[in-house]
């Protein structure tokens, strides 16, 4: 069974960094899409980051430039470096495993808020 837990998210000001890690269990993230989504209140869930087991990435464009994402195979998690936040950051960040456009695994959150 795939289970992941986020960790790293809490208050921060504006232009300050937060690192997300989601640690996965019960399947490898090195041979798996991983992505980090957000939801903001009142707001749809959004795909924020994703890397492929080939380790493409890609960004939603009101990111580019200040999120990275990335991967330690040997500890078989996935990462989120934020940098430059803002406060239309704020939302709760999952970590899914995605085996195809519709069917994965979502971890529990983790809650970034950012203070103008």
């Known amino acids: 069974q795939v289970q992941l837990v986020e960790s790293g998210g809490g208050l921060v000001q504006a232009g300050g960094s937060l690192r997300l890690s989601c640690v996965a269990s019960g399947s490898r993230v090195s041979i798996n899409t991983m992505a980090w989504y957000r939801q903001a209140p009142g707001k749809e869930r959004e795909l924020v980051a994703r890397i492929t087991s080939g380790g493409a990435t890609n960004y939603a464009d009101s990111v580019k430039g200040r999120f990275t994402i990335s991967r330690d195979n040997a500890k078989n998690t996935v990462y989120l470096q934020m940098n430059n936040l803002k406060p239309e950051d704020t939302g709760v960040y999952y970590c899914?495993?995605?085996?195809?456009?519709?069917?994965?695994?979502w971890g529990q959150g983790t809650q970034v808020t950012v203070s103008s």
């Open positions: 899914k495993l995605e085996l195809s456009a519709w069917v994965g695994y």
